[in-house]
């Protein structure tokens, strides 16, 4: 079954601090996909990112990187010189791609404050 | 511009007052799906649909129903609602399933 766990459910750190926020999945299918979402404060969902399991390689984004290892079934957050914009929660999300259930598991969330 | 709807933005109701929450995209998107977020809980898919006249249940269907009568919308519709069903309501949508999902503003409902 499905699982995605995300144990912090709050941060909170200074200002230009590094933060790593932990994504743990469970899954039986070899090919499925791991998500990153931003909730800041206004409401709305934002997508930060999408990996298929094929692609280990891990990604930068400017202060944002993605560690993905399949080897421990993580998929965690980075957030380098942390921001007061960068406040909110964050979720971590999980779809197979060929069960034939066709449902997105979403983590609890990791909220994020960043103080100045 | 490419976005998801929903309306309304806000609704206070009482229980057993039935009510509907439309959804609609103009991305022509397959793939629909409705989530709640309470807290603590992240969001939780409610049900989704793979295209027209397909839909099929979530982890938490109990008390809604869905329809997709057409691709750019996908009303969720509460026929008996009750004090548990307060919270805050998303609709997303997407090419397929693993892809990446557009969210709507979400909808935050309160029951009485």
């Known amino acids: 079954a499905q699982k995605v766990t995300q144990a912090q459910t709050e941060i909170s750190v200074v200002e230009k601090e590094d933060v790593t926020l932990d994504c743990v999945y469970e899954t039986r299918d070899t090919t499925y996909y791991l998500f990153w979402y931003k909730q800041p404060p206004s409401g709305e969902l934002v997508f930060l990112i999408r990996?298929?399991?094929?692609?280990?390689q891990n990604e930068i984004s400017g202060r944002y990187s993605w560690n993905f290892q399949k080897s421990t079934s993580s998929f965690n957050f980075t957030i380098t010189a942390s921001q007061v914009v960068d406040s909110a929660v964050y979720f971590c999300?999980?779809?197979?791609?060929?069960?034939?259930?066709?449902?997105?598991?979403f983590g609890s969330g990791t909220r994020l404050s960043i103080r100045p | 511009e490419a976005q998801v709807t929903q309306n309304p933005r806000y609704l206070i109701t009482v229980t057993g007052k039935k009510l509907t929450v439309t959804c609609s995209q103009n991305?022509?998107?397959?793939?629909m799906s409705w989530y709640r977020q309470d807290p603590g809980l992240g969001l939780r898919q409610i049900y989704y649909?793979?295209?027209?006249?397909?839909?099929d249940k979530g982890d938490v269907p109990e008390g809604y129903k869905v329809s997709r009568k057409e691709k750019r919308n996908f009303p969720l519709i509460l026929e008996s609602p009750s004090p548990n069903q307060t919270s805050l309501y998303f609709c997303?949508?997407?090419?397929?399933?693993?892809?990446?999902?557009?969210f709507g503003p979400g909808t935050r409902l309160t029951v009485l």
């Open positions: 649909s793979m295209n027209v006249e397909v839909t």
């Open positions: 990996r298929n399991s094929f692609d280990e």
């Open positions: 991305m022509n998107h397959e793939y």
């Open positions: 997303a949508s997407s090419w397929g399933k693993p892809d990446t999902q557009y």
């Open positions: 999300a999980l779809s197979e791609a060929y069960s034939s259930a066709s449902k997105i598991i």
